[in-house]
């Protein structure tokens, strides 16, 4: 069955980076495009940005422009997350998402926490 495993987060200080990592199986990888997401408390869900499956094609949201970059690893099944200049208003739970034969799946989330 396909299955997302978020891994990588934790507590960074302001200014900080932090790369997420996001396994993949069940399904061929290299064949879809993939999508991060996060939720910060008390707000809805929101698109991050996302990657097409080559790696090649890369999509962000504004708010995340410059600081974010999303890459894959057809090799190894694995959707990474670099964030870099982590800011407060970056804590949340992010999600790595794929939309596999019409099917939407997520992952289980993992939590990152900017602060000092």
């Known amino acids: 069955q396909v299955q997302f495993v978020e891994s990588g987060g934790g507590l960074v200080q302001p200014g900080g980076s932090l790369t997420l990592s996001c396994a993949a199986s069940g399904f061929t990888f290299s064949s879809y495009a993939m999508h991060w997401y996060r939720q910060a408390p008390g707000k809805e869900r929101e698109w991050v940005g996302s990657?097409?499956?080559?790696?090649?094609?890369?999509n962000y949201a504004d708010s995340v422009k410059g600081r974010f970059t999303i890459s894959r690893d057809n090799n190894k099944n694995t959707m990474y997350l670099q964030i870099n200049s982590l800011k407060p208003e970056d804590t949340a739970v992010y999600y790595c998402?794929?939309?596999?034969?019409?099917?939407?799946?997520w992952g289980q989330g993992i939590q990152v926490t900017v602060s000092s």
């Open positions: 990657v097409g499956n080559s790696g090649l094609s890369k």
């Open positions: 998402n794929g939309r596999i034969d019409a099917r939407e799946y």
